[in-house]
């Protein structure tokens, strides 16, 4: 089946430094990933969706400046968080669409980031 | 108001008990629905999606979808410790936008 594979699983950090996190797809090209915040017991909050040679598309509230994702190939999508502050502290998942015959957004998930700004 | 709905839980059930997940939403224009599982520090894994109205069953789990009432469950059958984790409703409108999910819920499955 299509694996997603998210690198770090943890991080910890100290505010001010920038963070960087991989998310590959590991057989399938995946010209759509999309990278999701996570906050204790809270749904998933869609931050952006990012495409293969073409700017990201941010979500409303969300700093793209301070979350730089980068989609240089089929297979790899990255996300910066730029001058990490505490309130940055959060747990990062990324997801590919699969598509589908049926035409639904289904989507296959990395197991997360977990980034601790200190 | 939160366009979906989901009971955050927690939700406890003895081994082999039926376990029913719901989710409400105000959008009628949702057409595309999905239930995911999250175990603790992992990713959500895709457990079913179905199209517009109508029931989908898969093993022990049954999806149904009623779209008058704006109204989504998961049934889970002779539920297993396995099956301890969050779950997640997911729907979209069109196929190839972006989810909106519920909050979650977090099943735990006594043995």
């Known amino acids: 089946g299509a694996v997603v594979s998210q690198h770090p699983s943890r991080v910890i950090c100290k505010s001010g430094t920038s963070v960087k996190i991989e998310c590959r797809s590991l057989d399938f090209q995946a010209t759509t990933m999309f990278w999701y915040r996570q906050f204790p017991k809270q749904s998933l909050m869609l931050m952006a969706t990012s495409n293969e040679g073409s700017k990201a598309t941010y979500e409303q509230g969300v700093e793209k400046d301070k979350f730089l994702i980068n989609h240089a190939s089929l297979t790899l999508s990255t996300l910066t968080v730029t001058s990490a502050h505490p309130e940055d502290s959060s747990f990062y998942i990324c997801?590919?669409?699969?598509?589908?015959?049926?035409?639904?957004?289904?989507?296959?998930f990395g197991a997360g980031s977990r980034l601790t700004v200190l | 108001q939160k366009e979906v709905e989901q009971d955050p839980g927690p939700l406890s059930v003895p081994e082999g008990a039926i376990v029913s997940l719901n989710c409400t939403y105000s959008?009628?224009?949702?057409?595309?629905f999905m239930w995911y599982r999250q175990y603790s520090r992992k990713g959500p894994e895709l457990l079913m999606y179905?199209?517009?109205?109508g029931n989908k069953e898969d093993g022990r789990f049954t999806a149904q979808v009623d779209k008058s009432s704006k109204y989504i469950s998961l049934f889970i059958r002779d539920s297993q410790p396995s099956d301890s984790a969050t779950y997640l409703c997911?729907?979209?409108?069109?196929?190839?936008?972006?989810?909106?999910f519920g909050t979650g819920t977090r099943l735990t499955i006594i043995p």
């Open positions: 997911a729907m979209s409108v069109g196929g190839n936008e972006k989810l909106t």
């Open positions: 997801s590919a669409s699969l598509g589908g015959s049926s035409g639904a957004n289904v989507l296959t």
């Open positions: 179905t199209y517009s109205s």
């Open positions: 959008n009628s224009a949702f057409q595309y």
